[in-house]
């Protein structure tokens, strides 16, 4: 009993939870489609995972410093648009990665600006955003798909290394670096000292607008990375892709037990809620679910996910309640 009490208490009480769910949705897909368990589907699985989780890392960092960010789908798409483009000038892949990836920061910048600044709910102000660089995304290709002819970047997208896609290498190394960040870094205490209250952090010498523009420009670039990646796996820059993809994200980084009360998650938590929200997507496509159910499905897991946040958070406050009567 002891041993059984020291294991909850490393993993977490509400991790157990979500392992066990994954290994429910495994179970269930594997006995409606013999398929879905095989090792080239679980390959598959995790490289369409690779997007969703690195846009889930910055959106973690967000959702703890009670921030929200409602752009990524139409930054993703915009940056794979613009890597394409920039490839197709001749520009090598260095630079042109780069200067994506600042177009990815600026957007994340510009985000900040809007909340910091202009006081503009986070909510609203990405909301914004997200309508203004879908409509760049278009713009800059004039609203049709753009082909990537180097061929060496195309490889980033399906090059394997030890059986796994680079796509897949690149989430699993941001999910480590960007977890000991969070979890081992001042500036990781940083972030859930401003989502338990950014006025307590401030009066104790903490910059809650620095920190906030810091996890919106670290979600930017993370997200134009993603983008980027997905462009090679796809061959093509394309306008219209990745709608929603902010919401899968945000899906899984609140079933990983992330709060949107803030001040509460972790990036094992996410890593988790990714593979079960992407094993949960996989398997109503392999089980030919109806694309107009597949929405309803992924709205049922959405709204779980929030759920279970707030009897989560109620269980907290009620027993930081408890815990200051006795201490009263």
């Given at each position: 009993m002891n041993e059984k009490r020291k294991f909850t208490s490393i993993i977490g009480g509400d991790k157990i939870v979500l392992i066990v769910a994954i290994i429910a949705v495994f179970a269930l897909f594997t006995s409606l489609?013999?398929?879905?368990?095989?090792?080239?589907?679980?390959?598959?699985?995790?490289?369409?995972?690779?997007?969703?989780?690195?846009?889930?890392?910055?959106?973690?960092?967000?959702?703890?410093?009670?921030?929200?960010?409602?752009?990524?789908?139409?930054?993703?798409?915009?940056?794979?648009?613009?890597?394409?483009?920039?490839?197709?000038?001749?520009?090598?892949?260095?630079?042109?990665?780069?200067?994506?990836?600042a177009a990815g920061a600026a957007v994340g910048l510009f985000n900040s600006w809007m909340v910091n600044q202009i006081r503009i709910e986070a909510f609203i102000a990405t909301l914004v955003s997200q309508t203004i660089i879908r409509g760049f995304a278009y713009i800059i290709c004039g609203g049709k798909p753009v082909a990537i002819t180097n061929q060496a970047f195309n490889k980033l997208g399906t090059f394997r290394i030890v059986g796994l896609p680079v796509p897949v290498w690149v989430m699993i190394l941001c999910i480590v670096l960007f977890g000991f960040i969070l979890a081992r870094t001042r500036f990781g205490r940083s972030v859930y000292a401003i989502g338990g209250s950014a006025e307590a952090a401030r009066l104790a010498g903490l910059n809650p607008?620095?920190?906030?523009?810091?996890?919106?420009?670290?979600?930017?670039?993370?997200?134009?990375?993603?983008?980027?990646?997905?462009?090679?796996?796809?061959?093509?820059?394309?306008?219209?892709?990745?709608?929603?993809?902010?919401?899968?994200?945000?899906?899984?980084?609140?079933?990983?037990?992330?709060?949107?009360?803030?001040?509460?998650?972790?990036?094992?938590?996410?890593?988790?809620?990714?593979?079960?929200?992407?094993?949960?997507?996989?398997?109503?496509?392999?089980?030919?679910?109806?694309?107009?159910?597949?929405?309803?499905?992924?709205?049922?897991?959405?709204?779980?996910?929030?759920?279970?946040?707030?009897?989560?958070?109620?269980?907290?406050?009620?027993?930081?309640?408890?815990?200051?009567?006795?201490?009263?």
């Open positions: 489609n013999r398929n879905f368990l095989t090792p080239q589907n679980m390959v598959n699985l995790l490289v369409a995972s690779s997007l969703v989780g690195m846009v889930a890392i910055g959106h973690t960092y967000l959702i703890i410093g009670l921030q929200n960010d409602l752009s990524p789908g139409s930054l993703a798409a915009f940056c794979g648009v613009l890597v394409a483009i920039l490839l197709n000038k001749g520009l090598p892949i260095p630079v042109a990665m780069v200067i994506t990836l607008k620095r920190i906030v523009t810091i996890c919106f420009i670290m979600i930017g670039m993370l997200t134009a990375m993603g983008g980027m990646l997905f462009a090679a796996r796809m061959n093509a820059g394309q306008p219209a892709a990745n709608v929603n993809l902010e919401f899968d994200a945000i899906t899984a980084v609140i079933l990983g037990g992330t709060s949107f009360a803030g001040g509460v998650g972790s990036m094992f938590g996410t890593a988790l809620g990714i593979i079960l929200i992407q094993a949960f997507n996989t398997g109503l496509i392999m089980v030919n679910v109806d694309s107009f159910w597949q929405y309803v499905a992924r709205g049922a897991l959405l709204l779980f996910a929030l759920t279970s946040d707030y009897i989560r958070e109620t269980r907290r406050q009620k027993a930081l309640l408890e815990a200051s009567m006795k201490n009263a």
